[in-house]
């Protein structure tokens, strides 16, 4: 038998994803060989996950500490303890006037002050303000962006490590905002952009319920008493949970969920019909289809390549063999070998933020836009800027022509068409409205049409949103979409310019550009839909999620998902496919790595699975 | 509802003991949650079949040990590196420490306590956020040899600690 010292480094090696194929033979050997071999790798491998799983309710009890400690110091303040009566007058310091009232007792006789005191408490305790009647059910966590509670009609900005009583709700307003609610057991409500939770109930033997009005929730939920299941309604359902993780989206079309872990009871309150959810099942409950759970499509966790610290704006030439990409929030854009993950030039004359990234159609031009209203051309093979475009203003996004001979460049008031065999040589068509990065717009790949979300949509969750067509060749409008529920966030056409996905809320609306009218509907409880892209034969649709860490991809012939690609951060963002549809270029970020106040963002190849 | 909260309140029991067998065979952090997921969904589906009398764990890690086997039967490329065999022992193994482990746990949570916040960091990262050393060691600017000799030594730590407890007891 090996010694002891070889069995724990061979363990250790294959545990940690470092053993070599020889050494994974020796230990397999070993763990066939002998039975003390194998205890010792169970026992590490035992101690591996248990360590990760007690640190994390630790590191989440520690969070849940300081952020109670927090309330109490707030609480303080402002002289709204939280706690108990009774625990607050243990709570409370002595202060210098308890310490006079001592003194003056002891001055003018015990028995005739505290008779009197006596009385004069009782009074005060019989007229004190009942301010405590609701109690309290939860707290706030991890505010970010425009979060409000709801009460009696009105709202208020919401705090961190704020308290929420019965009957109190919560709304979430705006593309970057959400919010975690927090009950004492540890169970969670994740909040995303534009969400509303009304009525929240529970308390002491009954069950928590909260009412998801409109939004996206990921929950997850502790064991609840049997007899105490937490109740998720919407208005057109209720989940009922007795401790697992979901997801919940809720919009003016329909309910859908998603059972990531355990199972939940679904009930549709039109007629009370029930199914359970299993983990790795979705269910919608809407107008047109029927209450039948699905199982969610396979899942892959095929990356090819990650680059750490990029993110958003970023392309795949046309032989799948480069990928540019621009750093988080910044003005340089690097080339990569997309085989070997190697950097092979850093393009730094811009002087602020790169906007927008094109190959030409043969690959050997690669364009970039800028804040700094320019458009700088590239040789790709080499990272050397040939030439350097000048604008009035911003340049938010550009395409080439499908030739190749000219350059469609879209500034904020301004689409200027450039011959690049002779760049003195420019059309402009004006503008009926002057784009800035408030507006979500897009261009279509042969820059003939500009899409662009309306600019008097209302920012408010619950807001139908419209979509104007822009042809650009007679500069008159093509017509507009109405209708939309929910903020649109994000537009992309398809490769022949038929097509054009509108992500709204948490569906994807693909409108047929010919025939004036919606081709389909692409819903799934993937929560808001951040992005998408086409592939280019235009037969599958990638969608990125703001709440959710994959990548979903869609056949656009059937409405169906066929796969969820996983491992990203908390959120993703479609970018583009690769040749044939082979690879897929995302961006991901996060912002809750421990103890950091920055997003970590990055860039991702995905290899695609075979259809 | 009953049946119901008990096959919850044993799997939720259970839970950390079934990933870490399947995690033993199934390396990558994200397909051991998937495979779990499975097994799971088999549990609730097959927990009429479940003899109270039995260890649940035993049982489960039992569907987990033919669920595995049924994933690399379909799929040539599933990542299991072990041979059924090996995988056969790797679950008589588990089922042999469950006794002296279940000890063990209670032990561990009150010696991770007992870390210096700096190793407790370096774990966080390695089990919890799941990074690779290489990864630790870009972010604390060091050494991937010296995140391994740093991890080794907590770990020494921790199965010190762990051995005095149970002494103790």
């Not at chain 1, 104007?468 to 992309?492: F, K, S």
């Not at chain 1, 054009?500 to 509907?521: F, K, M, P």
Request: proline share 5%.
């Amino acid at each position: 038998m090996a010694p002891q010292s070889r069995l724990d480094e061979l363990i250790r090696k294959y545990l940690d994803r470092q053993a070599s194929p020889a050494e994974q033979a020796e230990l397999e050997r070993l763990l066939v060989e002998s039975p003390e071999a194998a205890d010792a790798f169970a026992d590490a491998s035992w101690m591996d996950q248990w360590t990760a799983d007690l640190l994390r309710d630790d590191n989440r009890l520690r969070t849940e500490l300081a952020f109670m400690e927090a309330i109490d110091r707030q609480c303080r303040a402002a002289d709204l303890h939280p706690l108990a009566p009774s625990d607050r007058h243990d709570a409370t310091p002595s202060s210098s006037r308890s310490g006079r009232m001592r003194l003056r007792l002891r001055q003018a006789g015990v028995g005739m002050v505290a008779a009197v005191l006596l009385a004069l408490g009782l009074c005060l305790w019989m007229l004190r303000p009942r301010t405590t009647a609701a109690p309290i059910l939860a707290h706030l966590d991890q505010v970010r962006g425009e979060v409000y509670v709801l009460a009696a009609g009105s709202r208020r900005p919401a705090q961190n490590g704020q308290a929420l009583c019965a009957g109190q709700g919560v709304q979430v307003v705006g593309e970057e905002s959400a919010v975690v609610v927090r009950y004492p057991d540890g169970t969670r409500l994740e909040l995303d952009a534009d969400t509303t939770l009304d009525e929240l109930s529970g308390g002491e033997a009954v069950g928590k319920k909260v009412v998801l009005a409109e939004g996206f929730l990921r929950a997850e939920v502790t064991p609840q008493p049997p007899d105490q299941p937490v109740v998720l309604a919407t208005p057109r359902a209720e989940v009922i949970v007795q401790g697992t993780r979901l997801k919940l989206c809720n919009e003016a079309s329909a309910t859908q969920l998603e059972t990531e872990k355990g199972v939940v009871q679904l009930t549709r309150k039109s007629d009370g019909r029930s199914v359970e959810v299993p983990a790795g099942f979705e269910a919608v409950i809407n107008d047109s289809e029927p209450l039948t759970p699905q199982p969610l499509p396979p899942r892959f966790h095929s990356r090819r390549l990650t680059l750490s610290g990029y993110w958003g704006v970023a392309a795949l030439s046309p032989d799948g063999r480069t990928l540019a990409a621009r750093r988080f929030k910044d003005r340089l854009v690097a080339l990569w070998d997309a085989a070997t993950g190697q950097q092979r030039a850093l393009l730094d004359r811009h002087t602020e933020r790169v906007t927008t990234i094109a190959f030409s159609r043969d690959g050997r031009t690669l364009a970039t836009g800028s804040l700094d209203q320019t458009v700088q051309l590239w040789d790709p093979a080499s990272g050397q800027l040939r030439t350097t475009f000048e604008y009035p203003a911003p340049v938010w996004a550009l395409t080439f022509s499908p030739d190749d001979q000219a350059l469609i460049v879209l500034t904020g008031q301004e689409v200027e068409t450039v011959a690049l065999a002779e760049p003195s040589t420019r059309r402009r068509t004006i503008l009926p409205i002057n784009l800035s990065a408030n507006n979500i717009f897009a261009l279509s790949t042969d820059g003939q049409t500009l899409a662009v979300v309306h600019p008097g949509a209302s920012a408010s969750p619950g807001a139908v949103s419209t979509v104007t067509l822009w042809d650009l060749t007679a500069n008159q409008c093509r017509g507009t979409i109405g209708g939309l529920t929910g903020r649109v966030c994000h537009l992309r056409f398809a490769p022949d310019g038929k097509l054009l996905a509108i992500c709204h809320g948490s569906t994807v609306t693909l409108w047929d550009l010919g025939a004036g009218q919606v081709r389909a509907a692409l819903r799934g409880p993937g929560g808001r839909v951040s992005g998408a892209a086409f592939s280019p034969d235009g037969t599958r649709l990638a969608t990125g999620h703001r709440q959710e860490a994959a990548v979903r991809l869609w056949d656009i012939a059937t409405g169906k998902q066929q796969a969820i690609l996983e491992g990203c951060m908390d959120r993703s963002y479609a970018i583009a496919f690769g040749p044939e549809g082979k690879t897929l270029v995302t961006s991901e970020a996060s912002n809750r790595a421990p103890g950091e106040q920055l997003w970590n963002s990055a860039v991702t190849l995905w290899d695609l699975p075979p259809r | 509802m009953g049946e119901r909260h008990e096959f919850l309140k044993l799997l939720l029991r259970h839970e950390t003991d079934i990933k870490a067998f399947i995690g033993s065979l199934v390396l990558d952090p994200h397909l051991r949650d998937d495979v779990f997921q499975e097994v799971a969904l088999v549990l609730w589906l097959q927990f009429d079949s479940y003899d109270p009398h039995r260890s649940f764990g035993a049982w489960a890690r039992g569907i987990a040990y033919r669920k595995i086997l049924e994933l690399r039967h379909q799929n040539a490329r599933f990542p299991v590196v072990f041979s059924p065999k090996t995988i056969q022992a790797v679950l008589d193994a588990y089922d042999r420490i469950e006794a002296a482990v279940s000890r063990k746990a209670e032990a561990l949570r009150e010696c991770l306590k007992e870390l210096p916040d700096s190793s407790r960091h370096l774990l966080t990262l390695r089990y919890e956020d799941g990074l690779a050393a290489e990864e630790i060691a870009r972010q604390k600017h060091s050494t991937v040899n010296a995140v391994y000799q740093a991890l080794s030594r907590i770990r020494a730590r921790l199965e010190e600690c762990i051995r005095q407890r149970l002494a103790v007891e």
